[in-house]
């Protein structure tokens, strides 16, 4: 790090609360380092009080940019002056960019959802996906898959907070984009099951499966899943869920957690700051 670090260094930040657990360092100066680039990535603990001098400090400093997470992924957004499109659908930013102090908000989770797919050589668009969860993750993912061609939507979510949101979802889907969006109770298990079959993919965004739900999935039966579904589980912490642990039960071939989502989405933000291409294989060999 040291040899890189010099006075033309330009910074990049990541705002968020608690912070100190994240990856996303690891792989952005890894990667700079990589390809020779004169950035540095550090994290900041930014709460939504602090939230408005640390982007102004964005323009002060000449930062390139930030990553922005929870509890400012929505907060972030009057404070900035423009918003990339999706991230105007999906009313949250994770990715700042400043050129020449007009800081611009995207949203890569949905874009690291699809490419993470794409690694696989597995193209959902065209096809439907059931999808439960209407938070944060369910969102982008929502939004982004219509906009790249995902032709059925069912949006699962139970009633709580989410709700609401899970319904706004579907309206958005329905009249932006060319998606044809339902919305579905969590809780009547034979819609789920009944939805799931006629799916090419089912992905989980709710975060069951993770800690302190480690122990938990929305789907238990085996006998839900066939082989030919792609099933996604959001989840990186455990690498093998509940779920996925099912889907493998099922014999499913293509079984995935939330990993190479995490991956394609710093990438895409690193694309959006340097113009470069992450080496994404260098960086899961250091990561994972
Ligand atoms: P959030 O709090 O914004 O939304 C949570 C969603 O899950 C809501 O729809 C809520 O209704 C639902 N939910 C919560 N508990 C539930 C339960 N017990 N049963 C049924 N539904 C339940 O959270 P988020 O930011 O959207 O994150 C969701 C998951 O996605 C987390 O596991 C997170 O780690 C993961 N995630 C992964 C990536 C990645 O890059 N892989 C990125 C973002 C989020």
């Known amino acids: 790090m040291t040899e890189r670090i010099d006075g033309h260094t330009i910074l990049i930040g990541l705002m968020a609360y608690p ?5 996303s360092p690891t792989m952005h100066n ?3 380092a990589k390809l020779g680039l004169n950035y540095a ?15 102004q400090s ?5 930062m390139r940019g930030s990553n922005i997470s929870m509890p400012n992924k929505q907060k972030v957004i009057p404070l900035l002056d423009k918003l990339d499109p999706a991230a105007k659908m999906i009313g949250a930013v994770n ?13 890569t989770d949905g874009i690291g959802f699809m490419k ?12 439907k996906m059931t999808l439960a969860g209407a938070g944060g993750a369910g969102t982008a993912i929502a939004v982004q898959a219509a906009l790249d061609g995902v032709s059925e939507m069912s949006i699962f979510n139970r009633h709580d907070a989410s709700w609401e949101n899970a319904k706004r979802n579907v309206d958005l889907l329905n009249e932006k984009t060319n998606c044809k969006a339902t919305l579905h109770e969590l809780e009547n298990r034979d819609d789920l099951k009944a939805e799931i079959a006629d799916s090419f993919i089912y992905t989980d965004a709710t975060g069951v499966g993770m800690k302190p739900l480690e ?5 238990t039966d085996p006998s839900w899943f066939r082989k030919d579904l792609i099933v996604f589980d959001t989840v990186y912490a455990p690498r093998t869920t509940k779920l996925m642990q099912v889907a493998e039960q099922a014999g499913v071939a293509h079984v995935f957690n939330g990993l190479g989502m995490m991956l394609e989405q710093g990438a895409a933000a690193f694309k959006l ?5 992450m080496p994404v294989d260098y960086i899961r060999n250091i990561l994972f």
């Open 215 to 219: 122990n938990e999935t929305l789907v």
């Open 58 to 62: 964005i323009r002060t400093l000449d």
């Open 19 to 23: 912070i100190r657990h994240s990856m």
């Open 30 to 32: 890894n990667a700079f």
């Open 95 to 107: 990715t700042i960019v400043n050129d020449d102090g007009i800081l611009t908000g995207y949203t």
């Open 41 to 55: 990535y550090l994290a900041f603990e930014v709460t939504n009080e602090t939230l408005p001098a640390a982007i």
């Open 273 to 277: 700051w340097t113009g470069k291409e």
């Open 116 to 127: 993470s797919l794409d690694d696989e050589g597995l193209d959902i668009r065209g096809h």
